[in-house]
């Protein structure tokens, strides 16, 4: 892999608690991905930090975040408008967590808190028919587990974007926005120490949710086939030597 072939636009940090047992969101990437920190380029766009203009060979992620895209911070909208102009160069775009509902956002879509509140858990992932006809996820199982913490979601899908998996919560797990750019609600990042740092932190909401944390907890595993996605996403962008 040529450096820099691969961009991680992060828009957000974890709280230092998390950061201290975890490292930062560029880590959890590479090592999610088999790929060295000198593989990667790390813009931190939540600190106002300039983008490189959208290339065609080069595959960029946008990070989860703890900020919340109905707030229309000023570097959020900066990288909403970036999202636009990649895609009309198809730039190959994949959106996790926060970064799905800001491409959803910027594509025209509509994000606000889910009406049902929060998910978070090892949940089940269910591929919709719209995959069967997806190259990259047709050949995935049917349901697989996934690690999701969030409380926004995307509401109306952008136009011309496909819905490709649910969870019985969120009806928009997987977004393909074209042949270079989809999105995950769920978390292909997260290893189960991820999570269970998340739910120990939120144990308090959590129990005043009338949730187990405990449970939860127990309940998480590895999921090989969320994270697969986002690996069959990289090597199908022929630009990205991985």
Same mark, same amino acid.
């Given at each position: 892999m040529t450096p820099h072939t691969l961009l991680i636009i992060q828009v957000g940090t974890p709280p230092q608690?998390?950061?201290?047992?975890?490292?930062?969101?560029?880590?959890?990437? $590479?090592?999610? =991905?088999?790929?060295?920190?000198? %593989?990667?380029? @790390?813009?931190?766009?939540?600190? *106002?930090?300039?983008?490189?203009?959208?290339?065609?060979?080069?595959?960029?992620?946008?990070?989860?975040?703890?900020?919340?895209?109905?707030?229309?911070?000023?570097?959020?909208?900066?990288?909403?408008?970036?999202?636009?102009?990649?895609?009309?160069?198809?730039?190959?775009?994949?959106?996790?967590?926060? $970064?799905?509902? =800001?491409?959803?956002?910027?594509? %025209?879509?509509? @994000?606000?808190?889910?009406?049902? *509140?929060?998910?978070?858990?090892?949940?089940?992932?269910?591929?919709?028919?719209?995959a069967m006809e997806d190259e990259l996820l047709r050949q995935s199982p049917a349901q697989f587990p996934a690690h999701l913490t969030h409380e926004q979601t995307v509401i109306t899908l952008p136009q011309g974007a496909v819905a490709l998996a649910r969870s019985a919560h969120d009806p928009h797990q997987i977004i393909r926005y074209g042949r270079f750019a989809m999105s995950t609600q769920y978390h292909p990042e997260f290893t189960p120490k991820h999570l269970e740092a998340m739910i120990r932190r939120r144990a308090a909401v959590l129990v005043a949710e009338q949730r187990d944390p405990e449970q939860m907890i127990k309940a998480l595993r590895e999921t090989p086939d969320a994270r697969a996605v986002l690996g069959s996403f990289l090597r199908d962008c022929t630009c990205f030597a991985y």
């Open positions: 608690d998390i950061r201290d047992q975890l490292g930062d969101l560029p880590s959890w990437f $590479g090592n999610a =991905l088999d790929v060295a920190p000198d %593989g990667m380029l @790390v813009v931190r766009a939540f600190e *106002g930090a300039l983008l490189p203009e959208p290339r065609k060979d080069c595959v960029a992620i946008i990070t989860g975040s703890w900020a919340m895209v109905t707030d229309r911070e000023p570097w959020s909208e900066y990288v909403a408008q970036w999202i636009r102009a990649a895609m009309a160069i198809e730039m190959p775009l994949f959106g996790v967590c926060y $970064g799905h509902q =800001l491409m959803a956002h910027a594509l %025209g879509g509509v @994000v606000d808190y889910h009406p049902q *509140g929060r998910e978070v858990g090892c949940e089940m992932i269910q591929l919709l028919p719209a």
